[in-house]
């Protein structure tokens, strides 16, 4: 019999949480492939000494120093714990080949495509750390502002001309992306890990900006970003 795996997630005042990209990622990869699994949540502040007492390994900076984040997967049926979205779907892709993420032997393009995706849009984001302050505990938001240096004058809901046009931007690349597919996915007809990278950004915008924002979001490339989203959860079962 299968034990459950174990998803470290992070927790908010959002009611039902799931909002976070990075953990969301690992968790449509479990919900695809149809494996059982739980979900921990983590206080934001807590997660470095959470992760170092259940000796997770710590992650890296882009500067390269060290850094404890979530996700962190635990699989009893093996005794892995990996540290690292990517890694994690890496792992779950070796041990679980069924339902393929990274078909055609995809993961090295994935990966590159994983890192270029996040380089586009992250001097567009500041806006929304700046709201996640906003659905953290107290002690968290004082954490997350420090760990992300976040700068970005607050009230967050400030305009943010320049962030929103950078997104849009970084947005219309993506969209001529997926214009040099015959199907609706970034493999063309086959759904793929790249697909849920993708969703799980806006995953992420969509539980923590204004309706308003999440619907500006919405309406950019004839409605294709709320689109990408529903089409990858109704595929990952969590529609
Ligand atoms: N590359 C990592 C990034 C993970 C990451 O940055 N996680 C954030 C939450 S989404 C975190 O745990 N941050 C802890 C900190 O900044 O101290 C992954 O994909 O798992």
Known sequence: M????VLYDILSELPGNNWSSNPAKPRFVLSYKDLPFVTLWVEYSDIP????????KPNKRRDGSDVYTVPVLSDPNTGALITDSLEIASYLEKTYPEKPIFPNNSEPLIRAFDSTYGSLLRPAIKFIFARCTEILSPASAKFFIKARSIDTPLPWNAKHDEDWELLEKGY???YEWYQKTDGKWIMGHTVSYADIVVACELLWYKRVLREDQWVRISSWNGGKWAQVLADVEKECKLA
């Open 2 to 5: 299968m034990l459950p795996l």
């Open 49 to 56: 000494i959470a992760m170092k007492a259940i000796g997770a």
């Open 172 to 174: 219309n690349t993506v």
